[in-house]
């Protein structure tokens, strides 16, 4: 993600798109590495091992700070078609004197006006749009009272918003120069490094290893565990909303909310799947049609889940009345993992070393995948078109689907870094984020393949689960503690935790 208000991060690399406001990319850095450091009062923060790799900091403060009003210093140099942008639309009075002034909010403009502030506000608002970027449209704020007040129409911001990060439900206000500045921050944080660290309510944690969690709204999830119990937990207060104690007669492996449909689904070593209706948590039907421990959910659509199982198959059926449609077989071990491609297809990782493709409608096998870094333990698709997945050997196999050829093919094989066995992969939009027994979470670009964050120190055992969102990474595992970084921490409520 790119800061386009931090001009001082500028950073020239030929990786960098032709955007005039991409000013810093994470992707461009070295991996920074972070520990996070227990206090004594239970809380942690987070120190960054290797500060020098990350660009310059010096001076991040000034971007949006009361000292400027929110302008862009005029002292950082700018790329030159912003100085053209600028120009055309600025029209400055001819004395030093009064250009300082002008400059410095102290009087308005009085003359030797540019004829576009002689347009309606309409019109100036659909020429700024034009512009396309945030920092052009400061740019061109500075140049006279008038336009700052031009460049700040609430419809101009949710555009620019919505351009360039992602549409809301919230109409036109002046919120959306507030969403925009936050979201420039929040983007820092995911650069440098820098979250917010804090752990769920440890008096009420799980009794023995937490082996999945699953998000239940924004700001909710459920976490299950080796103790038989499912607990939920607010992420907002960190404390324990509910706990369901035996809710399987073995260790719970997974767990899936399907959240239209208000349903739940868990995964069990005791060979079965359990549903739970929301927000009681009552229990509406077992599936008991796996061999061995289930160990992977994938909500389908609002009716169908696909669970796979250490009897080495895949079965697809319905959770409002256990119907089963398919049966996949052809795994020689334990599947350890199931993902979907996209409406048709799903794809499975299992023990013995491969993917397999599978078409939904048929149940039948398109494609199996070798992979060169042994069997496999967890398996992660970004894009529809690209699978990650890591294993005993801790390296990490990238395969992408050819566009031409419509095949898939290994893009490469590469040294995770982790130490141990990878035991878990999530991603969201352009991050892809791993965690395993060495107890360090990574995050990685997706589209670089390139690690960027490194947080060491954040468990004191085996991590067994990851969950990414738009601002958070939730880890749990061995230690029973679930841990969140938060990296939109007293930022707007809107970018909170975004799934």
């Known amino acids: ?63 949006f700070s009361s000292s400027n009003s929110g302008f862009l210093n005029p002292l950082i140099k700018q790329h030159p078609s912003l100085q053209k942008k600028s ?53 061109v704020a500075q140049t006279s009272r008038h336009l700052y007040n031009i460049c700040h129409d609430h419809h101009l911001w949710y555009q620019l918003f919505s351009n360039r990060f992602f549409s809301l439900s919230l109409p036109p206000s002046n919120r959306y120069y507030q969403l925009y500045k936050d979201h420039v921050e929040l983007d820092r944080r995911w650069a440098q490094g820098e979250p917010h660290v804090f752990y769920m309510n440890d008096d009420e944690r799980h009794h023995d290893s937490i082996y ?33 104690y035996d809710a399987h007669q073995a260790s719970i492996l997974c767990v899936v909310a399907m959240k239209k449909k208000a349903l739940v689904v868990t995964g069990s070593s005791d060979c079965t ?13 077992q599936y008991s049609g796996h061999a061995h421990s289930v160990l992977s959910i994938l909500a389908l659509d609002d009716e169908m889940v696909a669970t796979v199982s250490r009897d080495t198959t895949i079965q697809v059926w319905r959770v409002t009345d256990g119907k089963v449609r398919h049966v996949l077989r052809g795994h020689a ?26 078409c939904l409608a048929t149940g039948t096998c398109l494609e199996t995948l070798t992979s060169d870094i042994g069997g496999l333990s967890c398996m992660q698709v970004t894009g529809s078109r690209t699978i990650w997945a890591g294993g005993l050997s801790s390296h990490i196999q990238v395969w992408e689907l050819e566009k031409k050829s419509n ?93």
């Open 407 to 499: 095949l898939w093919k290994t893009v490469t094989v590469m040294n995770s870094g982790h130490t141990d066995l990878l035991r878990t992969i999530d991603c969201f939009e352009d991050k892809v984020v791993t965690a395993g027994y060495d107890k360090v979470i990574k995050v990685w670009d997706s589209q670089t393949g390139k690690c960027v964050l490194n947080f060491q120190s954040g468990h004191g055992s085996k991590i067994f689960n990851v969950l990414l969102g738009r601002t958070t990474i939730i880890s749990a595992g061995h230690d029973r503690r679930i841990m969140v970084l938060d990296f939109a921490h007293q930022l707007s409520k809107e970018l909170v935790r975004m799934l």
């Open 1 to 63: 993600m790119n800061a386009p208000f931090l001009t001082f991060l500028s950073v020239s690399s030929p990786l960098l798109n032709d955007d005039p406001t991409i000013s810093y990319d994470y992707r461009l850095s070295t991996t920074t590495y972070v520990a996070i450091v227990p206090r004594k009062d239970g809380t942690a923060v987070t120190k960054c091992l290797n500060p020098s790799s990350s660009h310059a900091t010096r001076g991040r403060k000034r971007a």
């Open 273 to 285: 799947c359990t549903v739970w209706s929301l927000p009681d948590w009552n229990q509406i039907r």
């Open 87 to 139: 120009k055309l639309l600025s029209f400055w009075p001819a004395g030093t004197r009064e250009r300082k002034e002008m400059q410095m909010g102290l009087v308005g403009p009085q003359k030797n006006l540019s004829p576009l502030h002689k347009l309606p506000t309409e019109i100036l608002v659909r020429i700024l749009h034009h512009l396309g970027t945030a920092k052009s449209v400061l740019r």
């Open 333 to 358: 071990e334990a599947v350890n993992a199931i993902k979907r491609l996209d409406d048709q297809r799903i794809v499975s990782a299992s023990g013995d070393g491969t993917l397999k493709i599978w």
């Open 212 to 244: 999945s969690t699953a998000w239940i709204d924004t700001h909710t999830i459920a976490s299950v565990s080796r103790d038989r119990s499912i607990k939920v937990w607010d992420l907002n207060t960190r404390k324990c909303m509910f706990t369901r």
